[in-house]
């Protein structure tokens, strides 16, 4: 995980002009916040309209405050509800000697310590992990791994509650967090949750940085570092080609020992309580996304061999500082609207939706035919600004800049080129001819976009053209 930067240096990354015009209208109607005792009496005390002066400019300029400060708290992975920016907030704007609020809000969320790393827990669906199966219990062979590094852990099912719980505390020890799991709270979930999938099902774990007011108004941020945590595991596996042997593919967990649900409705979350407490607050929480998206969140079709990502190869790193870079620019400019056209907005969010082809581009299908347009939709977002003529000599080309220093090139160009023959087949014709090595295909496609990720943010704020600008065309 980023690293946390001091507080004078989020002050100043909040502070821009409509920061400070907001700051000097709600300082100079601080009056008005000291009739109220909180937000909630701020928010029901208001009559029908017409609403009297000066409440409309308050709305206003308190949701562009409140909305560049969550900005900014996002893009460091800091997923503070808004609820609770709320109330931070508007006891800095109510308090007269409180000079600035913004920075009261952040010494706020400073010293109760809800900025602190705790974890979320979901289940994965059709996930192996292989040469684990019986050997983990005859062998004692570790059936998870752990990349500390990026904050994420992923664990064959346990079938047992006490191993999983086990398990939770071993990575909560790993990725550097002192506070211990509260074992009663989680059982009482357990037992009166439909959470089955807690020991049936393989576990995602990701460290994050969280502290809500209520139980959904953070889950949109959730799923967002679930996307991208997931991810990582597509990408390691489009590298495991040639280096696993199908004979070595015996004991899967995706295949022995396998009990795994779909009945997937909640996931738990453990967060820092207020205070510097030695517990974590642990929260089952219901999920409100459509049924589909949770399904496709939760299907990570690969296997994966622990033998291979023992030792940490570069590439990992290399995807992790990638999918970090996502995470920053896609939480700092695409959740917050602006009236505003913006060039680096639009870029962000493209990145991240591409990923959700590569992802599904590893899907088993009746229509092989499926998996290769989910891969070349994938590469045409990722190397194109918009549509136009010439669009496979346009990526040839352009995968070619960007693979410039990779071994295998050709292979990969290669790949490519019968890819995108192989789309067009299916797209027009209904019917794949031309057959394609999708494993290679892939693996360019993880190269591909470390490298332009690690230039995102080379792309300025103005409309424009950022692909073709990042590759000097």
Not at 25 to 49: G, K, Q, Y
Not at 141 to 163: K, P, W
Request: glycine residues 6%; contains cysteine; charged residues 25%.
């Amino acid at each position: 995980m980023k690293k946390l930067p001091s507080l004078s240096l989020l002050r100043k990354q909040i502070d821009n002009k409509d920061v400070r015009q907001a700051l000097t209208f709600l300082l100079a109607n601080r009056a008005f916040f000291a009739t109220f005792a909180d937000v909630e009496e701020l928010i029901f005390s208001m009559p029908d309209p017409p609403l009297p002066p000066p409440w409309p400019g308050v709305e206003h300029h308190f949701s562009a405050l409140k909305g560049r400060v969550a900005s900014v708290l996002y893009s460091y992975g800091i997923f503070v509800g808004s609820s609770v920016l709320d109330d931070l907030l508007f006891a800095g704007l109510r308090e007269v000697k409180v000079h600035d609020p913004i920075m009261f809000a952040l010494e706020g969320i400073r010293d109760t310590g809800i900025h602190r790393p705790g974890m979320i827990v979901y289940p994965l669906h059709s996930f192996g992990l292989i040469g684990v199966g019986f050997l983990e219990h005859y062998f004692k062979v570790r059936g998870d791994i752990t990349i500390a590094e990026a904050g994420i852990s992923v664990r064959a099912q346990t079938n047992s509650q006490d191993a999983s719980t086990a398990f939770l505390e071993r990575t909560a020890d790993q990725f550097g967090i002192r506070e211990r799991l509260p074992r009663d709270l989680l059982t009482h979930y357990i037992r009166s949750r439909s959470l089955n999938w807690f020991t049936h099902n393989p576990l995602l774990v990701v460290k994050i940085r969280s502290f809500s007011g209520s139980y959904s108004e953070t889950q949109a941020l959730f799923l967002i570092k679930l996307k991208l945590a997931s991810s990582v595991l597509f990408m390691m596996k489009s590298f495991e080609e040639g280096l696993v042997k199908s004979g070595d593919r015996f004991g899967s967990s995706a295949r022995v020992n396998n009990f795994q649900t779909l009945d997937i409705k909640h996931y738990l979350l453990f967060e820092q309580r207020p205070g510097r407490r030695r517990e974590l607050r642990a929260r089952c929480i219901p999920m409100n996304a459509s049924r589909a998206e949770l399904a496709e969140l939760s299907a990570a079709t690969v296997e994966l061999d622990p033998r291979v990502w023992r030792h940490r190869m570069p590439i990992v790193l290399q995807m992790i500082a990638a999918l970090g870079e996502i995470e920053r620019g896609y939480l700092r400019y695409c959740l917050v609207r602006s009236k505003k056209k913006d060039a680096r907005a639009e870029f962000y969010r493209k990145l991240f939706e591409c990923l959700s082809y590569f992802r599904r581009s590893f899907r088993p299908a009746a229509n092989p035919g499926e998996r290769v347009v989910n891969l070349a939709v994938a590469f045409e977002m990722l190397l194109t600004d918009r549509w136009g003529s010439g669009v496979a000599e346009r990526l040839h080309k352009r995968l070619r800049t960007v693979l410039t220093d990779v071994r295998g090139i050709r292979r990969f160009l290669r790949s490519l080129d019968d890819l995108w023959v192989c789309r067009c087949e299916v797209v027009h014709r209904g019917l794949a001819k031309t057959s394609v090595d999708l494993a290679i295909a892939q693996r360019a496609f993880v190269h591909a976009f470390i490298w332009v990720a690690m230039r995102a943010r080379g792309v300025p704020r103005i409309e424009g053209e950022p692909v073709r600008m990042l590759l000097a065309e």
